[in-house]
């Protein structure tokens, strides 16, 4: 009975795996489409032939090499700064002892209940006054910090063994050398995906770039997709094409580092 219900979830899974991969597929073969098949009256799931145009002039009529250069800029900055100041943070709420640290994590903790929407205003305010318009730190700085990667790595330092951090402090061990050299590599797992769910995040946003970029050359990859109606051509392969290009870094991201989600995701399950 239990064989026959672990069939039926893989089955299941199996099925909602290729409904979602569905249309990602499919705009993978429009992208090898040439406009002819694209606008025919038929339904053509599957490209006639192995065309690459789309792909050609996806870089050739746009700056793409630029957009994506800068998309990987924002992305790689800003999930490098955040993994410090998640890191941190959830090192201090975890190993120190203050007054009002309860206080400060329920804080933390409400800002999750904030739309991201509700703040764009005020951020970019106060992005325009400190003159960040158009330069990669704008594009960044509210990508720093996020509570959730606050509560996630807290989570892990928490089941972190005590005995080991109170046998470094009497070896004269200092919390930042603890933090650096004994915490931080034995928790490269839920690094890496903080980091990798982080990269993912960023690598998605489309409302702030667009906002605080008013230049081509600072554009982002996700805001150039919009850029590629071209009037006097069908622009839907070379859209779907760019948009493949775009997907592309963080699958591969995630291919890469897959073990180290499932370890990550595994690793607050056991106490030391």
């Avoid at 490209?47 to 050739?60: C, D, E, K, M, V």
């Amino acid at each position: 009975m239990r064989k026959t219900k672990d069939i039926g979830y893989q089955i299941l899974a199996l099925l909602l795996g290729i409904i979602v991969l569905t249309p990602v597929l499919y705009a993978l073969s429009i992208s090898f489409m040439r406009p002819e098949e694209i606008l025919s009256r038929d339904v053509n799931l599957l490209p006639r032939s192995f065309y690459l145009g789309n792909y050609i002039a996806a870089f050739q009529k746009t700056t793409l090499a630029r957009f994506l250069f800068n998309s990987l800029i924002m992305t790689v900055g800003s999930s490098t700064v955040r993994l410090v100041t998640a890191g941190t943070a959830a090192f201090a709420l975890s190993f120190y002892n203050f007054r009002g640290k309860q206080a400060v994590f329920l804080l933390i903790i409400g800002t999750m209940m904030i739309p991201p929407d509700l703040l764009i205003v005020k951020n970019y305010r106060t992005v325009a006054n400190m003159g960040l318009i158009n330069t990669y730190l704008g594009m960044m700085v509210i990508f720093f910090v996020t509570a959730l990667n606050i509560f996630v790595m807290r989570q892990h330092f928490l089941a972190y063994s005590k005995s080991i951090y109170e046998a470094a402090k009497m070896d004269g061990c200092t919390n930042f050398m603890f933090f650096i050299r004994v915490l931080l590599p034995s928790s490269k797992p839920v690094l890496i995906t903080t980091f990798i769910s982080s990269f993912v995040g960023v690598w998605n946003q489309y409302l702030w770039p667009l906002l605080v970029t008013n230049q081509n050359e600072m554009r982002t990859a996700q805001v150039a997709v919009t850029l590629l109606n071209f009037p006097d051509e069908s622009p839907h392969g070379i859209i779907m094409a760019a948009s493949i290009l775009i997907v592309i870094p963080t699958v591969v991201v995630f291919l890469t580092f897959q073990r180290y989600i499932k370890k990550g995701m595994m690793a607050g399950g056991v106490k030391g």
